[in-house]
């Protein structure tokens, strides 16, 4: 699934060991959902999930240097799970790069139109 969005937040890298003592990390990133032309789709939030995965070719070493408040085209797997009769969906990059246009997102309504 491909998405595209604004990044509003890193958390931070939350770590653990499993119950095969294989030590995992993973760190949520948080985006504004946007719209091919640019524009912010009513403030609309997803989170993603990046791990620890060496030989994965986006892990949480490579998502280091993203910043906020740059526009990411997105590739992710999503997968939901049930627990206690309720679904839990992650959402699990596997692909980003920087937006490739440079779009003015000004979100002043109350902005003058140029004509």
Same mark, same amino acid.
């Given at each position: 699934?491909?998405?595209?969005?604004k990044?509003?937040?890193?958390?931070? +890298?939350?770590?653990?060991?499993?119950?095969?003592?294989?030590?995992?990390?993973? /760190?949520? *990133?948080?985006f504004?959902?946007? =719209? !091919?032309?640019?524009?912010?789709e009513?403030?609309k939030?997803?989170?993603?999930k +990046?791990?620890n995965?060496?030989?994965?070719?986006?892990?949480?070493?490579?998502? /280091?240097? *993203?910043e906020?408040?740059?526009? =990411? !085209?997105?590739?992710v797997?999503?997968?939901?799970?049930e627990?206690?009769n309720?679904?839990?969906?992650?959402?699990?990059?596997?692909?980003?790069?920087?937006?490739?246009?440079?779009?003015?997102?000004?979100?002043?309504?109350n902005?003058?139109?140029?004509?």
């Amino acid at each position: 699934m491909e998405l595209k969005g604004k990044l509003i937040k890193k958390l931070q +890298v939350e770590s653990g060991t499993g119950n095969n003592g294989y030590e995992w990390k993973n /760190q949520t *990133l948080v985006f504004e959902h946007v =719209y !091919d032309n640019g524009i912010p789709e009513f403030a609309k939030q997803f989170a993603v999930k +990046v791990g620890n995965n060496k030989n994965a070719r986006v892990n949480i070493d490579t998502v /280091q240097d *993203l910043e906020v408040g740059v526009i =990411y !085209d997105m590739k992710v797997n999503v997968s939901s799970r049930e627990y206690n009769n309720k679904y839990f969906t992650t959402l699990n990059v596997w692909s980003i790069s920087e937006e490739t246009n440079n779009y003015n997102i000004n979100n002043d309504i109350n902005q003058e139109a140029p004509f």
